[in-house]
């Protein structure tokens, strides 16, 4: 028995899905005591529009869209923040390499290691990988320790059907896991 049905996922899918304002009204609960607040600097290196930081009033916001013409990912200087919520593409077309996988790497270039940060991915980021995969090794051995996960339900997005989760590194102040 699948609960995925390919036939009812068929439809060529959006090439950016905005988060569901509940879901990011979810996020922003589990965060506003410890970053809504005005020493907060928090990022969001693929913003859309601002809807995953929209609820932070008190907190300072740095963004990131190409569509506004800010690009993440050729950005060389370091950022200060203290708190990493994104909601990458996830495929741009790079090969085997999950777009969500070249966000994650920028971020941990730019910013330190040790800022909590909230990635909501493809489930496949976490799970789909060999024993000698390179992503694999990266999260056994470069990546943070992914401190909390979020189940999210299949049909989270808008008209599309895809195994997502929300993946955190550095989050010890909240629960390990939460099914949204």
């Not at 959006?14 to 020493?39: R, V």
């Not at 995953?52 to 963004?63: K, Y």
């Not at 940060?117 to 980021?125: H, K, N, Q, R, S």
């Amino acid at each position: 028995m699948s609960v995925y049905n390919k036939k009812e996922n068929k439809t060529t899918k959006p090439s950016d899905t905005a988060t569901p304002l509940d879901l990011c009204k979810y996020i922003y609960d589990l965060l506003k005591d410890k970053f809504d607040n005005k020493e907060t600097i928090i990022l969001d290196c693929c913003c859309g529009d601002k809807r995953l930081t929209n609820n932070f009033i008190n907190a300072n916001v740095i963004n990131y869209e190409i569509k506004d013409g800010t690009d993440f990912l050729k950005e060389t200087n370091k950022i200060d923040c203290s708190l990493v919520i994104m909601n990458p593409p996830f495929n741009v077309g790079q090969g085997r390499k999950l777009s969500v996988e070249v966000f994650l790497d920028k971020v941990l270039e730019l910013c330190q290691n040790d800022i909590p940060i909230l990635m909501i991915c493809p489930m496949g980021f976490r799970l789909n990988n060999r024993r000698s995969s390179k992503r694999l090794i990266k999260l056994k051995t470069i990546y943070p320790d992914i401190t909390t996960i979020i189940s999210l339900p299949l049909d989270t997005f808008d008209k599309t059907l895809f195994h997502c989760e929300i993946v955190c590194f550095n989050t010890k102040f909240i629960k390990p896991h939460y099914q949204f």
